[in-house]
T-cell receptor, first 109, second 113 residues
Framework: GQNIDQPTEMTATEGAIVQINCTYQTSGFNGLFWYQQHAGEAPTFLSYNVLDGLEEKGRFSSFLSRSKGYSYLLLKELQMKDSASYLCAVMDSNYQLIWGAGTKLIIKP | ETGVTQTPRHLVMGMTNKKSLKCEQHLGHNAMYWYKQSAKKPLELMFVYSLEERVENNSVPSRFSPECPNSSHLFLHLHTLQPEDSALYLC????????????FGPGTRLTVL
């Protein structure tokens, strides 16, 4: 079966750095997405990785290792507004998105 | 503003009611999706429409009935729902044929009594 694993909840301090991990087992791979979802709002796109390595976009970076079936989202200089759920999703060989359950990130002052 | 709107934002209905959820996208996309989001569970894909044709059903109970009259509008008709159907229902759109992100609406929070 297809499976995406990510931690249920993480806590970090304002101004610090946090890494949210995602491991996957899917039938085929056409890229990995990270989305941010604030409580009661729509998921919004953060990043897309299809090749191994690190993609940096401002305070957020996303890393992919296809051989390990592993990705992480790195958030730097954390702000209170970064408190949200972070969803990992993999596009399989049928170009369908397989979703993780999301990681709820709590930022403390 | 993501360009995808959903109405209503909140809905409470009894098990014998009939209601419809509406989604509209203003992005010129040709694929639209219905997802169910329950607490602490992965997003569940319910239906996919590409070029107004349904291409994915995912074994959704028949009490959920989708309709896609054109590439900008998507409906989810609900009847004789169960309490376990209470969830956030999200609509999304994308450009079919591209490995591209999906754009989501804000969702309808459905409570079935």
């Amino acid at each position: 079966g297809q499976n995406i694993d990510q931690p249920t909840e993480m806590t970090a301090t304002e101004g610090a750095i946090v890494q949210i991990n995602c491991t996957y087992q899917t039938s085929g791979f056409n890229g990995l997405f990270w989305y941010q979802q604030h409580a009661g709002e729509a998921p919004t796109f953060l990043s897309y990785n299809v090749l191994d390595g690190l993609e940096e976009k401002g305070r957020f970076s996303s890393f992919l290792s296809r051989s390990k079936g592993y990705s992480y989202l790195l958030l730097k200089e954390l702000q209170m507004k970064d408190s949200a759920s972070y969803l990992c999703a993999v596009m399989d060989s049928n170009y369908q998105l397989i979703w993780g359950a999301g990681t709820k990130l709590i930022i403390k002052p | 503003e993501t360009g995808v709107t959903q109405t209503p934002r909140h809905l409470v209905m009894g098990m014998t009611n009939k209601k419809s959820l509406k989604c509209e996208q203003h992005l010129g996309h040709n694929a639209m999706y219905w997802y169910k989001q329950s607490a602490k569970k992965p997003l569940e894909l319910m239906f996919v429409y590409s070029l107004e044709e349904r291409v994915e059903n995912n074994s959704v109970p028949s009490r959920f009935s989708p309709e896609c009259p054109n590439s900008s509008h998507l409906f989810l008709h609900l009847h004789t729902l169960q309490p376990e159907d209470s969830a956030l229902y999200l609509c999304a759109s994308s450009q079919e044929g591209l490995v591209d992100e999906q754009f989501f609406g804000p969702g309808t929070r459905l409570t079935v009594l």
